[in-house]
Protein backbone atom coordinates (compact mmCIF):
# COMPACT_ATOMS: atom_id res chain seq x y z
CA UNK A 1 0.00 0.00 0.00
CA UNK A 2 1.05 3.51 -0.95
CA UNK A 3 1.19 6.04 2.03
CA UNK A 4 -1.75 8.86 1.22
CA UNK A 5 0.34 12.50 1.25
CA UNK A 6 -2.37 13.60 2.83
CA UNK A 7 -2.14 11.13 5.93
CA UNK A 8 1.10 12.97 6.66
CA UNK A 9 0.06 14.06 10.36
CA UNK A 10 -0.28 17.84 8.87
CA UNK A 11 2.99 18.02 7.81
CA UNK A 12 1.90 20.56 5.26
CA UNK A 13 -0.44 22.17 7.41
CA UNK A 14 -1.36 22.83 11.14
CA UNK A 15 -3.51 20.14 12.43
CA UNK A 16 -4.67 20.63 15.46
CA UNK A 17 -6.21 17.56 17.32
CA UNK A 18 -10.44 16.84 18.35
CA UNK A 19 -10.57 19.60 21.09
CA UNK A 20 -12.02 16.51 23.61
CA UNK A 21 -8.40 15.71 23.45
CA UNK A 22 -6.54 18.98 23.80
CA UNK A 23 -4.73 20.87 25.99
CA UNK A 24 -6.97 23.73 25.42
CA UNK A 25 -10.04 22.23 26.35
CA UNK A 26 -8.88 20.74 29.41
CA UNK A 27 -8.02 24.57 30.70
CA UNK A 28 -10.54 25.94 28.92
CA UNK A 29 -13.73 24.09 29.48
CA UNK A 30 -15.32 21.89 26.15
CA UNK A 31 -17.73 24.12 24.83
CA UNK A 32 -15.94 27.80 24.93
CA UNK A 33 -17.50 28.84 21.05
CA UNK A 34 -20.06 26.79 19.23
CA UNK A 35 -17.90 26.61 15.75
CA UNK A 36 -15.09 24.35 17.81
CA UNK A 37 -17.29 22.50 19.53
CA UNK A 38 -21.52 22.03 20.32
CA UNK A 39 -23.30 19.46 22.74
CA UNK A 40 -26.05 19.14 20.50
CA UNK A 41 -23.92 18.84 17.36
CA UNK A 42 -21.44 16.24 19.20
CA UNK A 43 -24.29 14.26 20.48
CA UNK A 44 -25.69 13.91 16.45
CA UNK A 45 -21.73 12.77 15.85
CA UNK A 46 -21.25 10.15 17.91
CA UNK A 47 -24.49 8.79 16.61
CA UNK A 48 -23.45 9.13 12.83
CA UNK A 49 -19.70 7.94 13.57
CA UNK A 50 -21.31 4.67 15.66
CA UNK A 51 -23.67 4.16 12.55
CA UNK A 52 -21.37 4.12 9.78
CA UNK A 53 -18.27 2.43 12.07
CA UNK A 54 -15.94 5.34 11.94
CA UNK A 55 -13.77 6.96 14.76
CA UNK A 56 -15.52 10.39 14.22
CA UNK A 57 -17.63 12.19 12.46
CA UNK A 58 -18.25 16.24 11.67
CA UNK A 59 -21.70 17.64 10.50
CA UNK A 60 -21.66 20.29 8.38
CA UNK A 61 -24.05 22.96 7.31
CA UNK A 62 -24.89 21.51 3.94
CA UNK A 63 -23.40 18.43 2.16
CA UNK A 64 -22.01 20.76 -0.11
CA UNK A 65 -19.67 22.24 2.69
CA UNK A 66 -18.96 18.68 3.97
CA UNK A 67 -17.59 17.74 0.34
CA UNK A 68 -15.96 21.14 -0.16
CA UNK A 69 -14.23 20.08 3.44
CA UNK A 70 -12.63 17.16 1.46
CA UNK A 71 -11.48 18.82 -1.34
CA UNK A 72 -9.76 21.55 1.17
CA UNK A 73 -7.67 18.69 1.98
CA UNK A 74 -5.76 19.11 -1.60
CA UNK A 75 -3.56 21.35 -2.85
CA UNK A 76 -3.04 23.24 -6.01
CA UNK A 77 -1.54 21.08 -8.93
CA UNK A 78 -3.33 17.89 -7.46
CA UNK A 79 -5.82 15.62 -9.14
CA UNK A 80 -9.30 14.06 -8.59
CA UNK A 81 -11.54 11.51 -10.13
CA UNK A 82 -14.60 10.79 -9.51
CA UNK A 83 -18.12 9.19 -11.26
CA UNK A 84 -19.38 10.47 -14.09
CA UNK A 85 -23.21 9.83 -12.08
CA UNK A 86 -22.65 12.18 -9.57
CA UNK A 87 -24.87 14.66 -8.32
CA UNK A 88 -24.90 17.69 -10.05
CA UNK A 89 -23.61 20.33 -7.18
CA UNK A 90 -20.83 18.15 -6.83
CA UNK A 91 -19.80 18.46 -10.64
CA UNK A 92 -20.39 22.24 -10.39
CA UNK A 93 -17.94 22.65 -6.86
CA UNK A 94 -14.93 20.14 -8.85
CA UNK A 95 -15.28 22.21 -12.11
CA UNK A 96 -16.74 25.65 -11.36
CA UNK A 97 -14.69 26.34 -7.85
CA UNK A 98 -11.70 23.88 -7.02
CA UNK A 99 -10.56 24.73 -10.46
CA UNK A 100 -9.49 28.16 -8.98
CA UNK A 101 -7.74 26.54 -5.78
CA UNK A 102 -5.81 24.71 -9.13
CA UNK A 103 -7.17 21.34 -8.86
CA UNK A 104 -8.12 19.14 -12.04
CA UNK A 105 -11.22 16.64 -11.84
CA UNK A 106 -11.77 13.70 -14.32
CA UNK A 107 -15.22 11.88 -14.18
CA UNK A 108 -14.68 8.32 -15.01
CA UNK A 109 -17.71 5.96 -14.96
CA UNK A 110 -16.72 4.14 -11.54
CA UNK A 111 -18.85 1.28 -12.47
CA UNK A 112 -16.18 0.43 -14.66
CA UNK A 113 -12.95 -0.13 -12.56
CA UNK A 114 -10.63 -0.09 -15.64
CA UNK A 115 -12.09 3.36 -16.93
CA UNK A 116 -11.25 4.46 -13.13
CA UNK A 117 -7.73 3.15 -13.31
CA UNK A 118 -7.32 4.70 -16.79
CA UNK A 119 -8.22 8.21 -15.10
CA UNK A 120 -5.53 8.11 -12.16
CA UNK A 121 -2.60 10.17 -13.04
CA UNK A 122 0.48 10.63 -11.24
CA UNK A 123 -0.98 13.65 -9.13
CA UNK A 124 -4.06 11.89 -8.29
CA UNK A 125 -5.02 12.13 -4.60
CA UNK A 126 -8.48 11.34 -4.08
CA UNK A 127 -10.87 8.66 -5.93
CA UNK A 128 -14.34 10.33 -4.90
CA UNK A 129 -17.27 7.80 -5.92
CA UNK A 130 -21.08 8.25 -5.52
CA UNK A 131 -23.26 4.76 -5.37
CA UNK A 132 -25.64 4.41 -6.01
CA UNK A 133 -24.68 7.41 -8.71
CA UNK A 134 -26.61 10.03 -8.76
CA UNK A 135 -29.08 10.35 -11.12
CA UNK A 136 -28.60 7.05 -13.16
CA UNK A 137 -28.14 4.80 -10.30
CA UNK A 138 -25.34 3.23 -11.52
CA UNK A 139 -23.41 0.53 -8.66
CA UNK A 140 -19.93 1.09 -7.89
CA UNK A 141 -17.77 -1.60 -6.61
CA UNK A 142 -16.70 0.14 -3.08
CA UNK A 143 -13.93 -2.49 -1.70
CA UNK A 144 -12.15 -2.27 -5.23
CA UNK A 145 -12.52 0.90 -5.25
CA UNK A 146 -10.85 1.39 -1.85
CA UNK A 147 -7.44 -1.64 -3.18
CA UNK A 148 -7.26 0.52 -6.38
CA UNK A 149 -7.15 3.71 -3.95
CA UNK A 150 -4.93 2.23 -1.43
CA UNK A 151 -2.70 0.71 -3.96
CA UNK A 152 -1.69 3.77 -5.72
CA UNK A 153 -1.67 6.31 -2.51
CA UNK A 154 -5.39 7.92 -3.02
CA UNK A 155 -8.01 8.65 -0.16
CA UNK A 156 -11.04 7.08 -1.30
CA UNK A 157 -14.05 9.40 -0.46
CA UNK A 158 -17.42 8.06 -0.72
CA UNK A 159 -20.95 9.77 -1.10
CA UNK A 160 -23.36 7.62 0.31
CA UNK A 161 -26.58 9.92 0.42
CA UNK A 162 -28.48 7.44 -1.69
CA UNK A 163 -27.38 4.57 0.34
CA UNK A 164 -27.83 5.46 3.80
CA UNK A 165 -25.96 3.37 6.22
CA UNK A 166 -29.13 1.45 6.54
CA UNK A 167 -27.95 -0.19 3.17
CA UNK A 168 -24.12 0.34 2.56
CA UNK A 169 -21.46 1.14 5.29
CA UNK A 170 -17.97 2.08 3.18
CA UNK A 171 -15.97 2.65 5.81
CA UNK A 172 -16.40 -1.24 6.72
CA UNK A 173 -15.36 -1.80 2.83
CA UNK A 174 -12.35 0.17 3.10
CA UNK A 175 -13.49 3.93 2.20
CA UNK A 176 -11.54 6.47 4.12
CA UNK A 177 -14.40 8.58 4.39
CA UNK A 178 -18.24 8.63 4.08
CA UNK A 179 -20.23 11.69 3.20
CA UNK A 180 -24.13 12.25 3.38
CA UNK A 181 -25.92 15.14 2.25
CA UNK A 182 -27.90 15.04 5.78
CA UNK A 183 -30.43 16.73 3.93
CA UNK A 184 -31.65 13.75 2.59
CA UNK A 185 -32.54 10.35 4.66
CA UNK A 186 -30.92 11.42 7.73
CA UNK A 187 -32.79 14.40 8.14
CA UNK A 188 -35.66 12.65 6.64
CA UNK A 189 -38.53 15.19 7.00
CA UNK A 190 -37.46 18.25 4.20
CA UNK A 191 -37.05 20.47 7.45
CA UNK A 192 -33.09 21.03 8.05
CA UNK A 193 -29.89 21.28 5.43
CA UNK A 194 -27.06 19.55 6.68
CA UNK A 195 -23.92 17.43 5.71
CA UNK A 196 -21.88 15.06 7.45
CA UNK A 197 -18.13 13.39 7.44
CA UNK A 198 -17.63 10.20 9.05
CA UNK A 199 -14.00 9.01 8.66
CA UNK A 200 -11.77 5.60 9.08
CA UNK A 201 -8.61 7.19 10.15
CA UNK A 202 -8.34 9.48 13.93
CA UNK A 203 -4.90 11.70 11.56
CA UNK A 204 -7.26 12.01 8.56
CA UNK A 205 -10.37 13.05 11.35
CA UNK A 206 -7.81 15.57 12.76
CA UNK A 207 -7.17 17.18 9.65
CA UNK A 208 -10.67 17.72 8.65
CA UNK A 209 -12.14 19.17 12.18
CA UNK A 210 -8.81 21.51 11.50
CA UNK A 211 -10.73 22.54 8.54
CA UNK A 212 -14.31 22.83 9.48
CA UNK A 213 -13.35 25.18 12.75
CA UNK A 214 -10.96 27.24 10.47
CA UNK A 215 -13.71 27.41 7.45
CA UNK A 216 -16.64 27.83 9.47
CA UNK A 217 -19.45 25.53 7.79
CA UNK A 218 -20.67 23.71 10.94
CA UNK A 219 -24.20 22.33 11.42
CA UNK A 220 -26.59 24.83 14.09
CA UNK A 221 -27.57 23.27 17.45
CA UNK A 222 -31.48 23.17 16.01
CA UNK A 223 -30.42 21.16 12.51
CA UNK A 224 -28.07 18.99 14.84
CA UNK A 225 -31.60 18.38 16.79
CA UNK A 226 -33.48 17.76 14.16
CA UNK A 227 -31.01 15.37 12.55
CA UNK A 228 -30.82 13.15 15.81
CA UNK A 229 -34.40 12.69 15.75
CA UNK A 230 -34.62 11.97 11.77
CA UNK A 231 -32.34 9.27 12.60
CA UNK A 232 -34.22 7.78 15.31
CA UNK A 233 -36.81 6.03 12.26
CA UNK A 234 -33.64 6.19 9.64
CA UNK A 235 -34.19 2.15 9.26
CA UNK A 236 -37.73 1.91 9.51
CA UNK A 237 -37.97 4.94 6.50
CA UNK A 238 -35.49 3.21 4.57
CA UNK A 239 -37.14 0.46 4.86
CA UNK A 240 -40.45 1.12 4.15
CA UNK A 241 -39.63 3.16 1.10
CA UNK A 242 -37.06 0.55 -0.52
CA UNK A 243 -40.83 -1.83 -0.28
CA UNK A 244 -42.55 0.75 -2.15
CA UNK A 245 -39.75 2.04 -4.69
CA UNK A 246 -39.33 -1.96 -5.98
CA UNK A 247 -43.07 -1.69 -6.03
CA UNK A 248 -43.05 1.43 -8.46
CA UNK A 249 -39.87 0.33 -10.25
CA UNK A 250 -42.16 -2.91 -11.55
CA UNK A 251 -44.99 -1.05 -11.79
CA UNK A 252 -43.02 1.40 -14.35
CA UNK A 253 -41.40 -1.51 -16.06
CA UNK A 254 -44.13 -2.31 -17.46
CA UNK A 255 -45.50 0.93 -18.82
CA UNK A 256 -45.45 1.94 -22.88
CA UNK A 257 -44.90 5.50 -22.20
CA UNK A 258 -41.53 4.29 -20.44
CA UNK A 259 -38.81 3.41 -22.45
CA UNK A 260 -36.07 2.59 -19.95
CA UNK A 261 -36.24 2.36 -15.66
CA UNK A 262 -33.19 2.42 -13.76
CA UNK A 263 -33.03 1.01 -10.34
CA UNK A 264 -30.41 -1.31 -8.83
CA UNK A 265 -33.67 -3.63 -8.01
CA UNK A 266 -34.07 -4.58 -11.14
CA UNK A 267 -32.73 -7.25 -12.62
CA UNK A 268 -31.98 -5.88 -15.69
CA UNK A 269 -30.08 -2.82 -13.91
CA UNK A 270 -26.18 -2.66 -14.86
CA UNK A 271 -24.94 -3.02 -10.93
CA UNK A 272 -27.83 -5.15 -9.77
CA UNK A 273 -25.79 -8.20 -8.94
CA UNK A 274 -23.20 -5.85 -6.81
CA UNK A 275 -26.10 -3.48 -5.53
CA UNK A 276 -27.17 -7.09 -3.97
CA UNK A 277 -24.44 -8.01 -2.30
CA UNK A 278 -22.87 -4.67 -1.22
CA UNK A 279 -26.29 -3.44 0.02
CA UNK A 280 -28.15 -4.66 3.05
CA UNK A 281 -31.58 -5.99 2.37
CA UNK A 282 -32.40 -2.86 0.22
CA UNK A 283 -31.79 -0.95 -3.26
CA UNK A 284 -32.88 2.23 -1.87
CA UNK A 285 -35.66 4.54 -2.74
CA UNK A 286 -34.33 6.41 -5.68
CA UNK A 287 -35.75 5.63 -9.31
CA UNK A 288 -35.34 7.12 -12.45
CA UNK A 289 -36.77 6.49 -15.65
CA UNK A 290 -36.53 7.33 -19.26
CA UNK A 291 -39.88 8.61 -21.08
CA UNK A 292 -40.89 8.03 -24.67
CA UNK A 293 -41.14 11.96 -26.61
CA UNK A 294 -38.70 14.35 -25.57
CA UNK A 295 -37.99 17.08 -23.09
CA UNK A 296 -41.49 18.41 -23.22
CA UNK A 297 -42.82 15.55 -22.22
CA UNK A 298 -40.67 14.55 -18.93
CA UNK A 299 -41.53 18.00 -18.47
CA UNK A 300 -45.22 17.22 -18.56
CA UNK A 301 -44.81 14.40 -16.52
CA UNK A 302 -42.93 16.31 -13.82
CA UNK A 303 -45.67 19.04 -13.87
CA UNK A 304 -48.50 16.96 -13.73
CA UNK A 305 -48.62 14.45 -10.76
CA UNK A 306 -50.39 15.48 -7.29
CA UNK A 307 -48.83 13.41 -4.99
CA UNK A 308 -45.21 13.76 -5.95
CA UNK A 309 -44.19 16.74 -5.35
CA UNK A 310 -41.76 18.70 -8.20
CA UNK A 311 -38.61 19.53 -5.95
CA UNK A 312 -35.12 19.03 -6.28
CA UNK A 313 -34.49 17.37 -2.67
CA UNK A 314 -34.76 13.63 -1.80
CA UNK A 315 -34.58 11.46 0.96
CA UNK A 316 -37.62 12.79 2.72
CA UNK A 317 -41.19 11.12 4.10
CA UNK A 318 -43.02 13.03 1.34
CA UNK A 319 -41.96 11.38 -2.49
CA UNK A 320 -40.84 14.46 -5.01
CA UNK A 321 -40.08 14.23 -8.60
CA UNK A 322 -38.07 16.39 -10.97
CA UNK A 323 -36.45 16.45 -14.32
CA UNK A 324 -32.78 16.29 -14.06
CA UNK A 325 -31.13 17.56 -17.44
CA UNK A 326 -33.16 21.17 -16.35
CA UNK A 327 -32.99 20.85 -12.54
CA UNK A 328 -30.69 18.57 -10.21
CA UNK A 329 -28.19 18.54 -12.61
CA UNK A 330 -28.51 21.58 -15.24
CA UNK A 331 -24.95 22.64 -13.33
CA UNK A 332 -23.53 19.68 -15.57
CA UNK A 333 -21.99 21.30 -18.87
CA UNK A 334 -25.04 19.70 -21.58
CA UNK A 335 -21.95 18.10 -23.53
CA UNK A 336 -20.74 16.06 -20.37
CA UNK A 337 -24.57 15.52 -19.34
CA UNK A 338 -25.28 13.95 -23.01
CA UNK A 339 -21.97 11.97 -22.46
CA UNK A 340 -22.62 10.94 -19.36
CA UNK A 341 -26.20 9.50 -19.98
CA UNK A 342 -28.55 12.30 -18.22
CA UNK A 343 -30.98 12.44 -20.99
CA UNK A 344 -33.86 15.51 -21.71
CA UNK A 345 -36.35 12.61 -20.98
CA UNK A 346 -35.05 11.43 -17.79
CA UNK A 347 -37.57 11.80 -14.62
CA UNK A 348 -36.20 11.37 -11.14
CA UNK A 349 -38.29 10.12 -8.20
CA UNK A 350 -37.53 9.75 -4.77
CA UNK A 351 -40.33 7.45 -2.91
CA UNK A 352 -41.80 8.25 0.04
CA UNK A 353 -43.97 6.69 2.95
CA UNK A 354 -46.98 7.63 1.14
CA UNK A 355 -48.92 4.16 0.02
CA UNK A 356 -47.99 2.35 -3.29
CA UNK A 357 -51.09 2.67 -4.75
CA UNK A 358 -52.07 6.27 -4.30
CA UNK A 359 -48.15 6.71 -5.59
CA UNK A 360 -48.58 4.59 -8.62
CA UNK A 361 -51.81 6.10 -9.36
CA UNK A 362 -50.45 9.57 -9.14
CA UNK A 363 -47.82 8.59 -11.68
CA UNK A 364 -50.36 6.77 -13.95
CA UNK A 365 -52.64 9.66 -14.26
CA UNK A 366 -49.52 12.02 -15.02
CA UNK A 367 -48.04 9.74 -17.47
CA UNK A 368 -51.26 9.10 -19.81
CA UNK A 369 -51.94 12.66 -19.46
CA UNK A 370 -48.54 13.74 -20.81
CA UNK A 371 -48.52 11.67 -23.40
CA UNK A 372 -51.97 12.50 -25.57
CA UNK A 373 -51.05 16.48 -24.56
C1 LIG B 1 -25.98 12.71 -3.74
C2 LIG B 1 -25.90 14.10 -3.22
N1 LIG B 1 -24.76 14.54 -2.69
C3 LIG B 1 -24.64 15.79 -2.20
C4 LIG B 1 -25.69 16.68 -2.22
C5 LIG B 1 -25.51 18.06 -1.68
O1 LIG B 1 -26.14 18.18 -0.45
P1 LIG B 1 -26.76 19.55 0.13
O2 LIG B 1 -27.89 19.94 -0.76
O3 LIG B 1 -27.16 19.17 1.52
O4 LIG B 1 -25.66 20.56 0.10
C6 LIG B 1 -26.90 16.27 -2.77
C7 LIG B 1 -28.03 17.22 -2.84
O5 LIG B 1 -29.00 16.98 -3.52
C8 LIG B 1 -27.01 14.97 -3.29
O6 LIG B 1 -28.14 14.52 -3.84
Same mark, same amino acid.
Given at each position: ???????????????????????????????????????????????????????????????M??THAVTMLL???DHVVTSA?CYGGTYRLLHKVCDRAGLTVSLA??????????A????TKLLWIE??????????????????????????G?D???????????????????M?????????????? &???? $????????? +? *???????? @? !???????????????????????????????????????????????????????????????????????????? &???? $????????? +? *???????? @? !???????????????SYD??A?????????????????????????????????????
Amino acid at each position: MVQNSLLDGGKTHDAIPYPRDSRWQREWGRYDYSRSGNPTRDGLQATLASLEGGVGALAFSSGMAATHAVTMLLSSGDHVVTSADCYGGTYRLLHKVCDRAGLTVSLAPSHDLAAVEKAIRPNTKLLWIETPGNPLLSITDIAACAKLAHDRGLLLGVDSTFATPVLTRPLELGADIVMHSATKYLGGHSDLL &GGAL $VVRDKALYD +R *LYFIQNAT @G !AVMGPLESFLCSRGLKTLELRVREQCRTAAQLADYLAGQKQVRQVYYPGLSTHQGHELAARQMDGGFGAMICFDVQ &GDFQ $VAKNVVQRT +R *LFHLAVSL @G !AVESLIEQPAAMSHASYDPAARAAHGITDTLVRLSVGLEAFEDLRDDLDQALQASATE
